[in-house]
T-cell receptor, first 112, second 113 residues
Framework: DSGVTQTPKHLITATGQRVTLRCSPR?????VYWYQQSLDQGLQFLIQ???????AKGNILERFSAQQFPDLHSELNLSSLELGDSALYFC???????????FGPGTRLTVL | GDSVTQMEGPVTLSEEAFLTINCTYT??????LFWYVQYPGEGLQLLLK?????DKGSNKGFEATYRKETTSFHLEKGSVQVSDSAVYFC????????????FGAGTRLFVKA
């Protein structure tokens, strides 16, 4: 158990819908990262937050957005969902910006 | 842009065999290099890391050396066990204001008893 929690574990929704994935980092970790893992694209870095501020951006679509709240938990919002958004979404956390990342168990999103 | 290339899997070995999973990278600057492991149904776990050239990362019998001259970070283990069956990801990270991590495609390892 890494200490990073993600909810929900599974999510099934329809195209065009909007969903919110939630991540609670390890106690004391200030940095949160979001990743998308799919069969065809592999593991893609989406975005990083540090103490509430966005610090690095990867291959995140404009339909996706994220934020980190004052209690340091983070949410990833996915809107206008498409079939191709079906994937595993992982959250990771670390103490500082440049540090070992600890991954959560992931949220499996299925878009029908 | 920056990238990581790993050998394609799956790799199938017998227990106690020697393991090598090749990883090469392309990056400007001075990235840190990592190996992560993903067991079935779980998230990624850091296996080992190296932050500068010629550093050797090691953990649980696995080793990898940061070779800047060949831009490589090959993963090795002298004697694999069935419990090592998993997917292994090579990754690089660079400070870019934040800390952007780029992963390789992953290599699935099967170890037979």
């Amino acid at each position: 158990d890494s200490g990073v929690t993600q909810t929900p574990k599974h999510l099934i929704t329809a195209t065009g819908q909007r969903v919110t994935l939630r991540c609670s980092p390890r106690s004391g970790d200030l940095s949160v990262y979001w990743y998308q893992q799919s069969l065809d694209q592999g593991l893609q870095f989406l975005i990083q937050y540090y103490n509430g501020e966005e610090r690095a951006k990867g291959n995140i679509l404009e339909r996706f957005s994220a934020q980190q709240f004052p209690d340091l938990h983070s949410e990833l919002n996915l809107s206008s969902l498409e079939l191709g958004d079906s994937a595993l979404y992982f959250c990771a956390s670390s103490v500082e910006i440049i540090d070992t990342q600890y991954f959560g168990p992931g949220t499996r999103l299925t878009v029908l | 842009g920056d990238s990581v290339t790993q050998m394609e899997g799956p790799v199938t070995l017998s227990e106690e065999a020697f393991l090598t999973i090749n990883c090469t990278y392309t990056a400007t600057g001075y990235p840190s290099l990592f190996w992560y492991v993903q067991y079935p149904g779980e998230g990624l776990q850091l296996l080992l890391k190296a932050t500068k050239a010629d550093d050797k990362g090691s953990n649980k019998g696995f080793e990898a050396t940061y070779r800047k001259e060949t831009t490589s970070f090959h993963l090795e283990k002298g004697s694999v066990q069935v419990s090592d069956s998993a997917v292994y990801f090579c990754a690089l990270s660079k400070p870019t204001g934040g800390f952007k991590t780029i992963f390789g495609a992953g290599t699935r390892l099967f170890v037979k008893a």
